[in-house]
């Protein structure tokens, strides 16, 4: 069964980056054709897709966030990243690692962790 | 890229079909037919409901039902059961692998 678990720092000071970590376990994050990628939800609020990763190292960003966004994959570690650099208040959310396919959508979600930005 | 438009809020009473617009443009919804629902309980990560605008993944009741017209996808529930209280959100292909998500709609059972 797969799972997918963030982690990292749960508070970031504005100006900095933030930085979260997806394990993936019961699959290999090479294994085609699937992406993986990144949404967050602030407090209250709806779903934001952040951007995505396939396989192969193609990324995709949503360019309301201004090319802040960083998207990688650790092969020997079967996980993936998510950097968003020049964070602000406005970036506090609860952020969730997810795997989908284009035309099947997002069936594998992690837990969701939150992320506060303040000083 | 901006929100899918939906709305805030839906209400029925048990046993009732209810359905959820989400509107979007020539450049999402009228443009791709990789339209998906979710379902989201509080402090829950996201459910798939639907893909693909109308097809339900393996285990998914089939009281939902998915749609597509034009620019606008809809979300039918029918005999809406006390469970089914929570947040529905609309996500379409936007074009070069990119995605947008409605700002939600919240689902009451009256």
């Known amino acids: 069964q797969l799972q997918l678990q963030e982690s990292g720092p749960r508070l970031a000071k504005p100006s900095e980056t933030l930085s979260l970590t997806c394990t993936v376990s019961?699959?290999?994050?090479?294994?085609?054709?699937?992406?993986w990628g990144w949404i967050r939800q602030p407090p209250g609020k709806g779903l934001e897709w952040i951007g995505n990763?396939?396989?192969?190292?193609?990324?995709h960003h949503s360019t309301s966030l201004k090319g802040r966004v960083t998207i990688s994959l650790d092969t020997s570690k079967n996980q993936f990243s998510l950097k968003l650099n020049s964070v602000t208040a406005a970036d506090t959310a609860v952020y969730f690692c997810?795997?989908?396919?284009?035309?099947?959508?997002?069936?594998?979600w992690g837990q969701g962790t939150l992320v506060t930005v303040s000083s | 890229q901006s929100a899918l438009t939906q709305p805030a809020s839906v209400s029925g009473s048990p046993g009732q079909s209810i359905t959820i617009s989400c509107t979007g443009t020539s450049s999402d919804i009228g443009d791709y037919t990789y339209v998906s629902w979710y379902q989201q309980h509080p402090g829950k990560a996201p459910k798939l409901l639907i893909y693909?605008?109308?097809h339900r993944p393996s285990g998914v009741s089939d009281r939902f039902s998915g749609s597509k017209s034009g620019n606008t996808a809809s979300l039918t529930i029918s005999g809406l059961q006390a469970e089914d209280e929570a947040d529905y959100f609309c996500c379409s292909s936007a074009g070069s692998s990119t995605f947008v998500f409605g700002a939600g709609t919240q689902v009451t059972c009256l």
């Open positions: 997810a795997r989908g396919i284009a035309a099947a959508g997002i069936p594998f």
């Open positions: 990763i396939y396989y192969s190292g193609e990324t």
């Open positions: 019961g699959a290999s994050i090479t294994s085609g054709p699937y992406y």
């Open positions: 693909d605008g109308s």
